[in-house]
T-cell receptor, first 115, second 114 residues
Framework: DSGVTQTPKHLITATGQRVTLRCSPR?????VYWYQQSLDQGLQFLIQ???????AKGNILERFSAQQFPDLHSELNLSSLELGDSALYFC??????????????FGPGTRLTVL | AQTVTQSQPEMSVQEAETVTLSCTYD???????LFWYKQPPSRQMILVIR??????QNATENRFSVNFQKAAKSFSLKISDSQLGDAAMYFC???????????FGTGTRLQVFP
């Protein structure tokens, strides 16, 4: 158990819908990351927040958005869902940003299925 | 842009034997970090080992060690005394020194036979 929690574990929805994935980082971690793992794209970085502020952006679609709240939990919002959005979405957290020993601890993931 | 390549989609090893997983990367940066992550059937991503590019000494964590060849941009993972619990997908990952973003390879599925 990494200490990072993600809810829900599984999500099944229809095309065109909107969903919200939630992540609670490890106690004391200020950085939260979102990654997408799909058969087509592999594992790719979506976005990072550090202490409530967006820190880095990867290949995140405009239909996707995220935020980190004052209590440091984060939400990833996916809208106008398409079949290709079906994937495992990981949240990871780390203590800080930058530096050699800034290990990212991954949550168990949310499996999203778009029908 | 940096890329990570894992050319072995699947590997297999006998229990107690040694296996080496390959990883190459492309970057113009001189300061960066390399990682191997394990993803067992539970899908949990687990950090196996980390290497700082400025360190010449290869990292070792118990039965796991790396062969880091900076000039060749190669970062292979050696698993000694393989165990059934080592069966998993293994991902090689790169991180620039000035970001936290991890760039992953496509993974190698390791099977361990008794």
């Amino acid at each position: 158990d990494s200490g990072v929690t993600q809810t829900p574990k599984h999500l099944i929805t229809a095309t065109g819908q909107r969903v919200t994935l939630r992540c609670s980082p490890r106690s004391g971690d200020l950085s939260v990351y979102w990654y997408q793992q799909s058969l087509d794209q592999g594992l790719q970085f979506l976005i990072q927040y550090y202490n409530g502020e967006e820190r880095a952006k990867g290949n995140i679609l405009e239909r996707f958005s995220a935020q980190q709240f004052p209590d440091l939990h984060s939400e990833l919002n996916l809208s106008s869902l398409e079949l290709g959005d079906s994937a495992l979405y990981f949240c990871a957290s780390s203590q800080q940003t930058g530096g050699a020993v800034n290990e990212q601890f991954f949550g168990p993931g949310t499996r999203l299925t778009v029908l | 842009a940096q890329t990570v390549t894992q050319s072995q989609p699947e590997m297999s090893v006998q229990e107690a034997e040694t296996v080496t997983l390959s990883c190459t990367y492309d970057t113009s940066e001189s300061d960066y970090y390399l990682f191997w992550y394990k993803q067992p059937p539970s899908r949990q991503m687990i950090l196996v080992i980390r290497q700082e590019a400025y360190k010449q000494q290869n990292a070792t964590e118990n039965r796991f060690s790396v062969n880091f060849q900076k000039a060749a941009k190669s970062f292979s993972l050696k698993i000694s005394d393989s165990q059934l619990g080592d069966a998993a997908m293994y991902f090689c990952a790169y991180r620039s020194a000035d970001t936290d973003k991890l760039i992953f390879g496509t993974g190698t599925r390791l099977q361990v036979f008794p």
